[in-house]
């Protein structure tokens, strides 16, 4: 079984920063993909960006050269780090992992239960 928790969130004024952390826990896997979707009121959830095992990233065009997506592979923790953010970014952000497991070489999908964003104008 996999744990994933999400981190970081809060609220942020229009044009500010904020980083999120997305933490995986359990044991007898290795995660093949790490990513961030989010999902305002209303509307549907929506990929922000996700990374790789091997380090390949894609985002979302609405956040191009503003946010990026890292991990440190030790910790199977990915971060999001937010800049330039605004008012119509504030929604619940989620954690998605994508993990094999060692034994079975079965694939898994992981949700983490989400953090709030709120960006004020």
């Known amino acids: 079984q996999v744990q994933v928790v999400e981190s970081g969130g809060g609220l942020a004024q229009a044009g500010g920063s904020m980083t999120l952390s997305c933490a995986a826990s359990?044991?007898?896997?290795?995660?093949?993909?790490m990513a961030w979707y989010r999902q305002a009121p209303g509307n549907h959830r929506s990929l922000v960006a996700f990374?790789?095992?091997?380090?390949?990233?894609t985002y979302a065009d609405t956040v191009k050269g503003r946010f990026t997506i890292s991990r440190d592979n030790a910790k199977n923790t990915a971060y999001l780090q937010m800049n330039s953010l605004k008012s119509e970014e504030t929604a619940v952000y989620y954690c998605?992992?994508?993990?094999?497991?060692?034994?079975?070489?079965?694939?898994?999908?992981?949700w983490g239960q989400g953090t709030q964003v709120t960006v004020s104008s």
């Open positions: 359990g044991s007898g896997f290795s995660v093949n993909l």
């Open positions: 998605n992992v994508v993990v094999t497991m060692t034994t079975s070489k079965t694939a898994y999908n992981y």
């Open positions: 990374l790789t095992s091997d380090g390949r990233t």
